[in-house]
């Protein structure tokens, strides 16, 4: 492992770093003066912006855009191995979004390692980040928009904060109300046009990228995800994962987890 350098200052345009960050880390609130792809082949990470907030499991890899303030919680020792991308880098989202690595993508942050950023590079280094952010551009293209609100009141985010805590458990506008010491129709409303989504919807879409986090862990089996996250039957469970993320959760899992699926 490389040892820790200004990401900010490097000499070289574009480079990828690799590290581990343990449990607990919490970057606070920075930014880049580089695009930069964030990926974890292992762990689990809370990446917030000013506008959304993900649960980032392995498989998936963030775009955030130059100059935007973001904050990376870590809530399982995770090893990172992340781009930083100079001009003239296009970007591909405008702020941040996540989505899907495709294996090429974890194959060449991994190659790009060998480039010292703390020096130029040439023509062939160039050309190289040229089509991994091409590769990247189509992955984003075909992404679908996992990710949850943020709040801007602190009552929200009370109430927010209480329900990513523990997504699987009952969750009703009353109970996280009392929480965020509002009424449930204000909290209602808060939800309405600070997240511009139902507290229902909230709960629903904590739920599903809590399991898509649950189901890449060693061992995790489908059936006790979806119960695990709050759903009384493996069919609602299957049914509801299917349409937030576009195959059922046993797809999901053969196809992004790094180890087979046990007796799903």
């Known amino acids: 492992m490389p040892p820790r350098i200004d990401v900010d200052a490097a ?15 919490d970057t606070d609130w920075h930014a880049h003066v580089r695009h930069q792809l964030l990926f974890a082949s292992s762990g689990q990470m809370h990446l917030e912006t000013a506008d959304a907030q993900w649960l980032l499991p392995p498989q998936q890899a963030a775009w955030i855009s130059a100059g935007v303030r973001h904050r990376v ?35 060449m942050l991994e190659h790009a390692v060998r480039w010292d950023p703390r020096r130029r590079h040439g023509d062939e280094a160039d ?60 909290l209602a409303r808060r939800f309405a046009a600070e997240a511009h989504m139902s507290f229902e919807t909230f709960v629903r879409a904590a739920r599903l990228l809590r399991a898509m986090s649950r189901l890449l862990e060693p061992g995790a089996q489908v059936t006790e995800v979806g119960h695990e996250v709050g759903f009384t039957s493996p069919a609602a469970f299957s049914r509801a994962f299917a349409s937030f993320v576009g195959e059922p959760p046993s797809a999901w899992r053969r196809r992004h987890a790094a180890a087979p699926e046990p007796g799903a």
């Open 11 to 25: 000499a070289a345009t574009s480079f990828v770093l690799v590290d581990r960050l343990p449990a607990g880390t």
């Open 127 to 186: 050309r190289f980040f040229a089509v991994l952010v091409d590769v990247c551009r189509d992955a984003v293209r075909r992404g679908r928009p996992w990710f949850l609100p943020t709040a801007r009141t602190p009552e929200l985010a009370r109430a927010m904060a209480h329900v990513l805590a523990r997504p699987g458990a009952p969750h009703t506008v009353a109970a996280a109300a009392r929480v965020a010491a509002v009424s449930p129709r204000t």
């Open 73 to 107: 919680r870590v809530r399982a020792t995770a090893d990172l191995c992340t781009a930083y991308l100079g001009p003239p880098t296009p970007d591909l989202a405008g702020g941040a979004c996540v989505f899907a690595v495709p294996p090429v993508v974890s194959a």
